[in-house]
């Protein structure tokens, strides 16, 4: 059996998001993302600390989308992401924000975070992948046991093996389907080499597990989107379209198998 292909270096993922940065908001700015968007706060609002003052943390914060959403629900809030780029990009939002005295920026790895006390976080939250992207999901996911609160929660989100196992075998080579199965490691292919990274997908079980033997009482493993919205962009056209769609994901997701087909799982993860 051949090897699995070389691992492309370890900082494609920051050159990648730093160069990216100014335009992300926009790249997501369409009805599958408003969706996804929707569907994704309502798996976090559960977890929302319930007194206050409450601190959060979104790691891996990119252009802030999440840790804005929860300053503005009145918690102090740590971004943090390896992009300077995208921590420049939060910044500037909070220029306007009379709310910003409540937020801290970080550039930093969440791989080990020296910046971030232990057990200060009552929720920590990190949307988008930067535990598929990073160099080390386990020691990541360490740092979160660390920086969480006892009682606190982490929601997270990762790249989905089962799904991913249709880009496989649709290029019908069995050796690289077969490295794929043992070792869940992708790579996020772009034109500019240099910008290339690696992603660990997980399966459901394989991500509950990280979470349970690291710190964690594992509370859900959610598959989204589990409609597959953006195969069939008719399907977000119309009015009152989207709500439908959410209120399908919501009946959907009661069945913890139904995450095998979405392209992410998000996880809610209790510090133990
Ligand atoms: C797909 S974006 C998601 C951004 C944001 N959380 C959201 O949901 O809109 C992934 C982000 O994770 C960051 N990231 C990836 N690996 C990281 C790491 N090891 N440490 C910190 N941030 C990381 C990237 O720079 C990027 O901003």
């Known amino acids: 059996m051949k090897p699995p292909p070389p691992r492309p270096p370890r900082d494609g993922s920051r050159k990648y998001h730093d160069r990216v940065a100014r335009k992300y908001d926009a790249i997501y700015e ?7 968007d929707e ?33 503005k629900s009145g918690f102090e809030v740590m971004f943090l992401d390896h992009s300077a780029a995208m921590v420049e990009e939060v910044r ?3 220029e306007s924000n009379p709310r910003a005295k409540k937020a801290t920026l ?8 020296p910046e971030l006390a232990t057990g200060a976080f009552d929720l920590v939250t990190a949307m988008g992948d930067p535990l598929s992207i990073c160099s080390d999901p386990l020691r ?3 740092e979160f046991a660390r920086v969480t609160k006892v009682g606190g929660v982490v929601c997270a989100t990762v790249d989905n093996q089962l799904a991913a196992l249709d880009y496989y075998i649709e290029r019908g080579n069995l050796d690289a389907l077969e490295a794929f199965v043992k070792s869940g490691r992708t790579n996020w292919l772009t034109n500019n080499e240099a910008e290339r990274f690696e992603l660990h997908t997980f399966t459901p079980l394989e991500i509950e597990r990280l979470f349970a ?11 989204k989107t589990v409609i ?24 959907l997701a009661r ?18």
């Open 106 to 113: 970080v550039v930093g790895d969440i791989v080990g975070m």
């Open 228 to 251: 597959p919205g953006r195969d069939n962009r008719k399907l977000l056209e119309g009015e009152g379209a989207i709500d439908r769609l959410v209120e399908m994901e919501r009946r």
């Open 140 to 142: 990541a996911v360490r």
């Open 255 to 272: 069945d913890p198998a139904s995450a095998g087909r979405a392209g992410h799982l998000q996880v809610a993860a209790r510090r133990r």
């Open 39 to 71: 569907v994704t706060w309502g798996l976090i609002k559960p977890f929302l600390p319930r007194t206050m003052p409450a601190a959060c943390a979104d790691l891996g914060c990119g252009t802030g989308k999440w840790g804005l959403k929860l300053l």
């Open 30 to 36: 369409d009805p599958f993302w408003k969706f996804h």
């Open 213 to 223: 033997d690291n710190g964690f009482e594992v509370i859900e493993v959610v598959g």
């Open 92 to 94: 500037k939002k909070l």
